[in-house]
């Protein structure tokens, strides 16, 4: 294992509340990354962060906010969710932005929004 | 990132070797050609990576043509626990990490 844990691994949340991911790796990688997975898509970028308090919006950003304030920690916020933030979420890790440096995947959360 | 192509789903037997192929005719030279694979309820898995030379690991071989246009994993004896999505996906670098598409539903019979 890589040292990724994700929590809560599910969730279920009702539509217009306040919901965060947490994403924790002991591994002191500089990049963290959160992605969503819908059927029918592959995985999506959602936000990234590539330093303590340095994030950056991925593909899909619109209605989610992240913040990383250690190394160790990097958390998704969904301000108000809707139903069309059911989903499946990844958090991953790299050592470094290199082409080729691989990444390291948690093991996912599934959020239902009701 | 440029694009990959990949079937959308691939049927083989177990204990047989299994080449799963890539198209990726806008490649850039510097790109990296990666392998990822994702078991059922699970998040992405790294299998390997390469950038003009084939390459070998404990899970895996890449064979990348002389053109780098395509590629092909090799699993050389597959095993139902095989039986994933495998993604292939060209990293340029950069910090906003790696482009997903659909890949390839590898199915394996016993």
């Known amino acids: 294992d890589a040292g990724i844990t994700q929590s809560p691994r599910h969730k279920v949340t009702e539509t217009g509340t306040p919901v965060t991911l947490r994403c924790h790796q002991t591994?002191?990688?500089?990049?963290m990354y959160w992605y969503r997975q819908d059927p029918g898509h592959g995985l999506r970028l959602i936000h990234y962060s590539y330093g303590v308090k340095d994030t950056d919006k991925g593909e899909v950003s619109d209605g989610y906010s992240v913040s990383r304030s250690k190394t160790e920690d990097f958390l998704l916020t969904l301000e108000s969710a809707t139903s069309s933030q059911t989903s499946v979420y990844f958090c991953?890790?790299?050592?470094?932005?290199?082409?080729?440096?691989?990444?390291?995947f948690g093991q996912g959360t599934r959020l239902t929004v009701v | 990132d440029a694009k990959t192509t990949q079937p959308n789903s691939m049927e083989s037997n177990e204990e047989e070797p299994v080449h799963l192929p890539c198209n990726h005719s806008t490649i850039s030279g510097t790109d990296y050609i990666h392998w990822y694979r994702q078991l059922p309820s699970q998040g992405p898995e790294y299998v390997i990576h390469g950038l003009t030379s084939n390459v070998n690991n404990r899970m895996a071989s890449l064979a990348i043509a002389e053109d780098r246009k395509s590629s092909t994993l090799i699993l050389h004896r597959a095993t139902l626990r095989d039986a994933a999505v495998y993604y292939c996906?060209?990293?340029?670098?950069?910090?906003?990490?790696?482009?997903f598409g659909k890949g390839t539903h590898l199915i394996i019979q016993p």
């Open positions: 996906i060209l990293s340029g670098g950069g910090a906003d990490g790696l482009t």
């Open positions: 591994e002191n990688h500089r990049y």
């Open positions: 991953a890790i790299r050592t470094a932005d290199r082409a080729n440096t691989e990444a390291f």
